[in-house]
Nanobody, 115 residues
């Protein structure tokens, strides 16, 4: 079993920055993918950014150049640095881990971008 706990959400003005963190605990195997998804009201959950165990990254086109995913393997944490935030980035953000066909989700943290 794996547990994922997010933190760092909140209210920020357009153009501002936030950093989300996700602490992973439990049985994390060598081959896995850690990522961040988001879901806005009335919309489907979508991939924001992901990082493989080897360090390869993948970003949604809408966040490229603004968001950066990183991890601290020693602490089993994955972070999402979000810069130049826009109102359309408003959503619940979820940490995600996939390993050997099993997907785990955190409880989510709300990000609201508004003036």
């Amino acid at each position: 079993q794996v547990q994922l706990v997010e933190s760092g959400g909140g209210l920020v003005q357009p153009g501002g920055s936030l950093r989300l963190s996700c602490a992973a605990s439990g049985t994390i195997l060598g081959i896995h993918v850690l990522g961040w998804y988001r879901q806005a009201p009335g919309k489907q959950r979508e991939l924001v950014a992901a990082m493989t165990y080897g360090g390869s990254t993948n970003y949604a086109d809408s966040v490229k150049g603004r968001f950066t995913i990183s991890r601290d393997s020693a602490k089993n944490t994955v972070s999402l640095q979000m810069n130049s935030l826009k109102p359309e980035d408003t959503a619940a953000y979820y940490c995600n881990l996939k390993q050997y066909g099993v997907t785990y989700w955190g409880q989510g943290t709300q990000v609201t971008v508004s003036s």
